[in-house]
C-alpha cells in the first residue's frame, strides 16, 4: 500500500478534534488553572490538538513505510494490534515530550524549556516527563480503546462482505471451461501399482492420510473414493494442468467447482461442498491464493 488510507486520516481528525474538546470541556490535570491564567487560552488548545493531528501522522508513516504495518482490515486482529503499539507507543513518547516542552515554553519562556528534565532543586531528572507521560498514557487509554472497536468492527465488515462475494461467486452457476489441448481424463499413478484412470472434471476433493492419499470423486451421481499410495505433493503434479484442482490446506486439494459454501475469516476458511458433509479447512498461509484463484476464475 503506497498511500494512507482517507478513513485513517478521517480516524485520526476526529480523535484530534476528540483530545480538543475532552481538554477543554472536562478541564484535565490543572487545565482549570492555565485557562484562568492565560488570556487567549484556548488557542493554545487548538494549536495542541494540531500537532497532536500531525504526531499521529508521522507516527503512521513510521508504521505503515518502516513497519511495514499499514492500514489493512483484511488482515486479523493478530496484526491490527502489533500495528496498535507500532502507532501507540511512538505516538505517547512524543506526544509527552511536545506537550511538555510546549507548555513549559509557554509559561517560562524559551529560555527555560530544560525544565522538563529538571527537579524542583535544578537537578537533571524525569520527575516532570513522567509525570506528563501518565496524563498522555491516560488520555491515550481513551484513544486506544476507540481504535480497538473501530476496527474490530471493520475487520468484521470487511471479512462478511468477503464471505459474502465469495459465496455470491459460488452461488452462480458452475461451468467448467474445458481446454481442449488437455485430455478429458487423467491417468493417476500411486508408487506402487495401483492407479485409477478419471475426469478431473469429477474429482471432488484429494485428502493426505501418512502415505496414502484418498481421491473422493463422483461416478455419475454416485460418491466414490480410491486410495493411492503417494503424496498430496504428486497429485498435485499430475493434476496441475488443471487449474480448478487448488492447494488448500497441506493435507488438502479441492474441486472449485463443488464449493457450496464459504465459512470463516481471514485466518482460515471452511468450505462446504457438493454432495458431501466433509467440511475442508482453508489454512491461514492458502487464504490469499484461495481468494485470488475464485477472483481470476470469475474474471474469465
Request: net charge neutral; with cysteine.
Amino acid at each position: 500500500m503506497k498511500h494512507i488510507p482517507r478513513v485513517v486520516l478521517t480516524d485520526y481528525l476526529i480523535y484530534s478534534i476528540g483530545f480538543f474538546l475532552f481538554i477543554v470541556l472536562l478541564e484535565p490535570f490543572g487545565t482549570r488553572d492555565f485557562i484562568k491564567a492565560n488570556a487567549n487560552p484556548y488557542n493554545y488548545y487548538v494549536i495542541e490538538a494540531i500537532c497532536f493531528f500531525l504526531i499521529l501522522m508521522l507516527c503512521e508513516l513510521f508504521t505503515s513505510f518502516l513497519c511495514h504495518l499499514p492500514a489493512d482490515y483484511s488482515q486479523p486482529m493478530e496484526y491490527q494490534v502489533r500495528r496498535l503499539l507500532c502507532l501507540a507507543i511512538p505516538c505517547m513518547l512524543i506526544n509527552t515530550v511536545f506537550d511538555g516542552e510546549f507548555f513549559v515554553i509557554i509559561r517560562y519562556g524559551w529560555e527555560h524549556w530544560d525544565y522538563l528534565w529538571r527537579d524542583n532543586d535544578g537537578n537533571m531528572a524525569l520527575q516532570w516527563f513522567c509525570h506528563d507521560l501518565k496524563e498522555a498514557v491516560s488520555v491515550g487509554a481513551f484513544v486506544i480503546a476507540y481504535y480497538i472497536f473501530v476496527t474490530y468492527n471493520r475487520v468484521q465488515r470487511y471479512q462478511i462482505e468477503e464471505l459474502q462475494s465469495l459465496n455470491s461467486q459460488f452461488e452462480a452457476k458452475r461451468q467448467t471451461k474445458r481446454n481442449p489441448t488437455l485430455p478429458e481424463k487423467v491417468r493417476l499413478q500411486g508408487k506402487s501399482k495401483e492407479t485409477i484412470i478419471l475426469n478431473p472434471s469429477d474429482i471432488l476433493y484429494i485428502e493426505s492420510v501418512s502415505n496414502y492419499v484418498n481421491i473422493v470423486f463422483f461416478t455419475g451421481q454416485d460418491l466414490m473414493q480410491k486410495r493411492l499410495r503417494c503424496s498430496l505433493h504428486d497429485i498435485e503434479d499430475m493434476l496441475s494442468p488443471y487449474s480448478f484442482i487448488i492447494h488448500i490446506h497441506r493435507a488438502f486439494l479441492v474441486n472449485l467447482n463443488f464449493i457450496t459454501q464459504v465459512s470463516g475469516n481471514a485466518a482460515g476458511y471452511k468450505l462446504q461442498l457438493f454432495g458431501s458433509e466433509k467440511v475442508l479447512p482453508v489454512s491461514k498461509a492458502n487464504v490469499p491464493a484461495f481468494r485470488e484463484r475464485v477472483l481470476d476464475r470469475q474474471e474469465k
